[in-house]
């Protein structure tokens, strides 16, 4: 059983979106907790409470699902999974019932097989639109299902014509309510997975649709954007916003210089689009392929990784120095800092926790650190017009589309990331470019940025940043090698899926202030015996737990640094990435995530040898200087829960 | 509003505290005892033991438990509760005390539906009596190790928060909406608490029964349906109005006493019963024959069975909570093809299609409510066919 379902207790979601608990210890009469039970013939044995449909599993019966996700609470709600149970009545949902007493279980049956049926054509009788024109052809669960259970005409008719408006208003999330076959994975998504709760049924039976408060558009009400939603919808009632033909369009334009950087993510999981593994690595590959289709240059958004530990570690070493020897009240009240690299977190704070903004980095992301460079460093060292540059994004993220529509983001004097795709999308690019993208030969990111380094990878994982970040603050304050403290640098406390985790790091000696930070800091002589303590979370239901221990005076409030990603696993995780998605496809992204780090030849930030030609020829006042403080920099805005 | 009954009902005749003041003295275990040995089953319609249900939360190992009294009445046809609350609350009152002394629960909640607001101060009332006369509160009849009050609830006006775990999640402050079974709420319910949720004749009789002993009760009705039961007739009969028979009473019997002798069927169960034609009115209202929380709606000669169908469904397509496929979708479909039938626009093959999706909804929806909505068109259906097929649309 996953994490979330044995969280199901504490989680936000009614009863009535729950499995039965039991506890393997106080049944009587079953030794060691366990109990037998008769699958077709076949008879296991399982831990009490084991739901029929997971001991089907394990003997390899295929049990079909719509509103069962492996990530969310267990609803027993679309009632497809219904199988036969001896001595009762009714048929039960395999999902939701859990074996307690031996029984004696039937999956096909005639009934069955007739109740499936009839569920089936019920739900295509209030499912509109044609499979063809789907952005979900090919990988929608309803459709599999159709096909599965010989779906061969409507039984019970199909709707003609629309009755729900699509809402376009998010720049990251469409919800085409036409689709949506109320499942409710996207409600318990948003309410127990993120703990933000958009999403919830309203009305009363076939008036039952899925709605946002006071059913206005995404735009306007607290959605994160972070389209978990999405990863978790088994049709195409919710996706994300598509730019795709726009991209193209620009492409094409013989006119404009296309550009696109790839995040570390995408990377790791757009094989899936091709049948590959989850956890194949695709980067060479996939550079190939995007030069194939048509971009001019091709860039590593870990470039700007980098770039953000250095700005980043710098505001925090600040922030220390002027809150521990300058005893600054102000900045010291401002730590914790928060990472500020994922724009769903981000989005989270100011609507839930706009009083404590103040904390959070005021370093862009490396997605937007990189658009203010390409239209500005970039061009003016390729001597392109800037406003002839289309600055496209690849990232495993839906809220990176929002983020790049930020109206603040225009620091280059344009927009400064004209697009942002995802995963998915750039996949279906490469399909339609007829590009089978495995078989590519391997090439290189396109220069001034070049390779970046194994820091600038890990950020795709939960936990990433700031191993980066501790791998750049050891070297740059002690002068000593990483390696010599973490056994092959890697840091294994941050590491992992574990809601929310702590780590603390004593600093026995210092050495000399490197060049780069020479201005900010006269020497290091003040961290000599100091703690740094750091947390880390992913999911923005962690991210709740994680500010209400600071706001309550926990052990994260005692922190220095605290990385937040807004997405279960970290970017991996990201609402744009390939569907489906559970835990076991995250750990193998993240495998494939850790094994380029160890590959990289260069493994720490600072020693990017791009990143210190950034700061000679361009950012010359050094990190969080003048300039980087106008390109790399942001400010956020108090949103609040209450939208008017 | 005044709620009306017929005749003499059994709860005028008895001394609405005289069980509590018995079961005062009685040991936990012997009260439930003697509500098994009555062997009365749940008054709402479902008809499980009371006690067994009584008997599992008193055997659940927790700190905290609940007694609930489903006063969510919403059963088409179904107003008997209503003349209780009104006529007889302080033997409700009292029922729910002695469950709480039963099963060690410190407090007892009404559910009342929304409808029945206009009885909330009359209630609260008696409630305050008895809080003055020590039969509420701590130390209950002087026995300081017994204290139980009762609170009231307000419903919001959904069909659905008549089944219990969607009144508990009601009542939690959710969406009411069907929880998954097991666990059962005398296990976890309200709050995850052990939790009895019996309906308002059931606590009613709970305390006569206590007053005159289980011998009384089960020496009336059948020996698998015992006691005296209320009844709600209403439709095409001379008297309509809340009447007390004994269990087991056949249909023709009761439609003597009630002045609907001429009636083409009988509704037993209310919306979600059975369609009882003319022909099958030797059968009992009886848990082993036709269960049945007390709604008899008579139909006279002229009805049309269609348009009762109709009724009926349009009334479960509102209802249903939304949750389950089967009765979301199962129930328009029907209503739809009862409307197809009105018309003669719908073929054998479609009707044919239509009861195997009825019993699909009957064996496949979440709760009770899915899995009896199609149960009046399936009889009307089989019962009544000639009447309901070869409709030209004029």
């Not at chain 2, 190790?145 to 402050?173: N, P, Q, V, W």
């Not at chain 2, 998954?180 to 709420?185: A, F, L, S």
């Not at chain 2, 007739?233 to 001379?238: A, H, L, N």
Request: glycine fraction near 8%.
């Amino acid at each position: 059983m996953t994490n979330s379902i044995d969280n199901c207790s504490s989680c936000r979601s009614p009863k009535s979106m729950k499995v039965h608990e039991v506890s393997t210890q106080t049944q009587t009469g079953q030794i060691g907790g366990q109990v037998s039970l008769v699958i077709d013939g076949k008879t296991i044995k399982v831990p009490l409470g084991t739901t029929i449909l997971e001991a089907c599993r394990t003997l390899n019966i295929r049990i079909p699902t719509l509103c069962y996700h492996e990530d969310l609470c267990v609803a027993g709600i679309c009632r497809i999974c219904v199988v036969e149970v001896e001595k009762m009545h009714t048929l039960q949902a395999a999902c939701s019932f859990p074996v307690t007493a031996p029984i004696v279980v039937h999956t096909h049956t005639r009934k069955v097989r007739h109740a499936r049926r009839h569920i089936l054509d019920l739900m295509l009788s209030d499912h509109y639109g044609e499979c063809y024109s789907c952005s979900r052809n090919g990988t929608c669960e309803l459709q599999t299902l159709a096909q599965e259970y010989g779906v061969d005409f409507y039984r019970f008719g199909h709707p003609s014509e629309s009755t729900h408006k699509v809402d376009r208003s998010s720049h990251s999330v469409v919800r085409d309510m036409d689709k949506c076959i109320l499942c409710r994975r996207c409600v318990r998504t948003c309410i127990d997975l993120q703990e933000v709760g958009v999403l919830e049924a309203i009305n009363r039976g076939d008036h039952t649709k899925i709605s946002t408060f006071m059913d206005k558009q995404l735009a306007d009400v607290v959605c994160i954007n972070c389209g978990q939603c999405i990863n978790r919808c088994p049709t195409a009632a919710l996706k994300a916003n598509d730019p795709t033909d726009d991209v193209w369009a620009a492409i094409d334009d013989p006119d404009k210089h296309v550009v696109i950087q790839t995040a570390p993510s995408p990377r790791a999981a757009i094989g899936e689009c091709f049948d590959l593994e989850p956890g194949t690595p695709m980067t060479w590959q996939m550079n190939t392929a995007l030069r194939e289709c048509g971009f001019d240059a091709v860039f590593d958004t870990n470039f700007t990784a980098d770039l953000t530990i250095i700005e980043e570690g710098t505001e925090l070493i600040l922030r220390l120095y002027k809150a521990l020897v300058q005893g600054d009240q102000k900045v010291a009240e401002s730590l914790p800092q928060f990472t500020s690299c994922s724009p769903g977190w981000v989005k989270y704070i100011e609507h839930f926790y706009p009083d404590y903004l103040h904390h959070v980095s005021s370093a862009k992301s490396p997605q937007q650190m990189f658009g203010a460079l390409i239209k500005t460093y970039y061009a003016k060292k390729r001597n392109i017009d800037p406003s002839k540059i289309v600055s496209v994004a690849l990232m495993p993220c839906s809220a990176k589309k929002f983020e790049c529509n930020r109206p603040e983001m225009v620091d280059s004097g344009y927009k400064d990331i004209d697009y942002g795709l995802t995963t998915r999308e750039l996949a279906k690019m490469i399909h339609e470019a007829g590009i089978d993208m495995p078989k590519m030969e391997k090439s290189d990111f396109d220069d001034p940025f070049g390779t970046a380094t194994g820091s600038g990878v890990i950020f795709g994982a939960s936990g990433g940043v700031m191993e980066s970040a501790l791998r750049c603050v050891v070297e740059l304050v002690t002068g000593e090698a990483v390696e010599n403290i973490f056994e092959n640098a890697r840091i294994e406390p941050v590491r992992g899926f574990e809601g929310t985790k702590l780590a603390e790091l004593t600093f026995d000696k210092v050495g000399p202030v490197p060049d780069l930070l020479k201005h900010l800091v006269p020497n290091w002589d003040w961290m000599k015996g100091v703690t740094l303590k750091v947390g880390v979370c992913h999911g923005t239901a962690n991210a709740k737990k994680v500010m209400d221990d600071i706001i309550a005076g926990g052990p994260f409030s005692k922190c220095h640094f605290i990385e937040f990603m807004a997405c279960p696993g970290g970017c991996l995780g990201g609402g744009g990435q390939p569907i489906p998605t559970s835990e076991a496809i995250r750990a193998a992204r993240a495998r494939a995530i850790y094994a380029e780090d160890e590959s990289s030849t260069v493994r720490k930030s600072h020693l990017n040898p791009a990143i210190l030609d950034v700061y000679h020829e361009f950012l010359t006042d050094g990190p969080c200087g003048k300039t980087a403080h106008k390109l790399l920099h942001t400010h956020y805005i108090r949103r609040g829960k209450y939208i008017m | 509003m005044k709620a009306m009954h017929q005749g003499d009902l059994t709860f005028s005749s008895i001394d609405p505290n005289a069980g509590l003041k018995r079961a005062i003295q009685m040991k936990r275990i012997d009260i439930i005892g003697e509500i098994s040995r009555s062997k009365m089953r749940g008054r709402g319609g479902a008809g499980f033991p009371t006690g067994t249900k009584w008997n599992l939360a008193a055997a659940a190992v927790a700190p905290k438990k609940y007694i609930v009294c489903n006063a969510d009445e919403g059963e088409p046809g179904t107003f008997k509760d209503r003349v209780i609350l009104q006529e007889f609350a302080d033997l409700v009152f009292a029922g729910m005390t002695i469950a709480g002394k039963a099963i060690n629960a410190l407090e007892g909640i009404v559910y009342l539906r929304a409808e029945y607001t206009y009885l909330l101060s009359h209630l609260e009332a008696v409630l305050d009596q008895r809080r003055k006369a020590g039969l509420l509160g701590s130390s209950i009849g002087g026995d300081e190790s017994f204290s139980f009050d009762i609170t009231i609830r307000m419903g919001s006006g959904a069909y659905i928060c008549g089944e219990e775990t969607a009144l508990i999640e009601s009542m939690e402050g959710f969406r009411g909406e069907p929880r998954n079974r097991p666990p059962y709420p005398v296990d976890t319910g309200f709050m995850k608490h052990p939790t009895v949720v019996n309906n308002v004749e059931t606590f009613a009789w709970a305390a006569c029964i206590i007053a005159r002993g289980a011998d009384w009760f089960n020496a009336v009705g059948t020996d698998k349906s015992t006691g005296y039961k209320l009844f709600s007739i209403s439709g095409d009969v001379q008297r309509p109005g809340v009447y007390e028979f004994p269990m087991g009473i056949m249909v023709s019997d009761l439609l003597k006493e009630v002045g609907g002798s001429d009636a083409k069927a009988v509704q037993i169960g209310g919306a979600s019963g059975h369609c009882v034609p003319a022909s099958e009115f030797s059968r009992t209202c009886a848990f082993e024959d036709m269960s049945t929380g007390g709604s008899v709606i008579v139909f006279g000669p002229l009805r049309d069975m269609l348009d009762i169908a109709e009724n009926f469904l349009e009334f479960f397509v509102e209802e249903s909570c939304g949750q389950c496929t089967p009765c979301r979708i199962g129930n328009v479909k029907l209503l739809e093809g009862v409307r197809m039938l009105k018309e003669g626009t719908c073929s054998m093959t479609y009707l044919k299609e239509l009861l195997s999706l009825g019993e699909t909804m009957q064996l496949a929806s979440k709760c009770g409510l899915g899995q009896s909505s199609p149960n009046a068109f399936l009889s009307i259906v089989r019962h009544f066919k000639p009447e309901i097929m070869g409709r030209v649309n004029l």
